[in-house]
């Protein structure tokens, strides 16, 4: 039985992904790393400050450290998500959805507090969940299952009783290593990336979200 609802965040709200991938691009190439949009696809899930530590182990460069250009790339995106941030389609429908069934929501994202404010700001969402988690209070980030398992205990729900909704791989593969069913809406660059399969259910969009979909994974 389903008794509790956690959004991801990124590429699930809101479609802040794409601020990521440029904000890493400019960044790392400052230092000297060409990164691609595909590098930065694979990595989408992790915390930023893993990704930094694992170019920078592989790459190390002079000048600003590992921590300082972590926190460049989360500036510049928060920045974004002040400017640009709008909630995806489907969203608002979603969570009068589960809202209607009387579950908990709550929020267990890869990324910082500063961005959980930000968001929660720019698509008027405070209050909403019950509950806002952030990876970087974890020892380990997404596709470890530690966020949701912490947020699970904060909601007051087993993990195998609550629905991850998830646009990563990495998000899947923490989702349901939490032992939690898993709602997937990847973006359409990684739609098609078989190992998405593991998710419970894949949708193109929070839209498409139905009463059958919901007897699916409830059941």
């Not at 920078?56 to 000048?63: A, E, H, T, V």
């Not at 709008?86 to 500063?114: D, I, M, N, Q, Y």
């Not at 969940?129 to 904060?154: I, M, Q």
Request: proline fraction near 5%; include cysteine; glycine fraction near 6%.
């Amino acid at each position: 039985m389903i008794a509790a609802v956690i959004f991801d965040m990124d590429g699930v709200l809101l479609d802040s992904e794409p601020f990521w991938r440029r904000a890493e691009i400019q960044c790392f190439a400052d230092v000297g790393i060409q990164l691609t949009e595909e590098q930065c696809l694979q990595t989408q899930g992790i915390r930023m400050a893993e990704i930094t530590e694992m170019y920078y182990s592989r790459s190390p460069w002079d000048g600003i450290s590992p921590a300082a250009l972590t926190q460049k790339v989360i500036d510049e995106v928060a920045e974004q998500i002040g400017l640009h941030g709008r909630r995806l389609a489907g969203v608002e429908g979603a969570l009068s959805f589960f809202e209607g069934k009387k579950l908990p929501l709550g929020l267990a994202t890869s990324s910082p507090e500063k961005h959980i404010e930000a968001v929660l700001r720019a698509l008027d969402l405070n209050g909403v969940f019950k509950v806002t988690y952030s990876a970087d209070r974890e020892p380990y980030g997404k596709p470890h299952p530690g966020v949701y398992l912490t947020t699970a205990k904060a909601l007051g729900v087993a993990p195998q009783n609550c629905l991850a909704i998830e646009d990563s791989v990495n998000g899947v593969l923490a989702a349901k290593a939490a032992r939690m069913k898993c709602l997937a809406v990847p973006e359409e660059k990684v739609r098609q990336d078989p190992r998405f399969a593991i998710a419970d259910l894949k949708l193109n969009s929070l839209s498409e979200l139905s009463d059958a979909h919901w007897a699916k994974l409830a059941s």
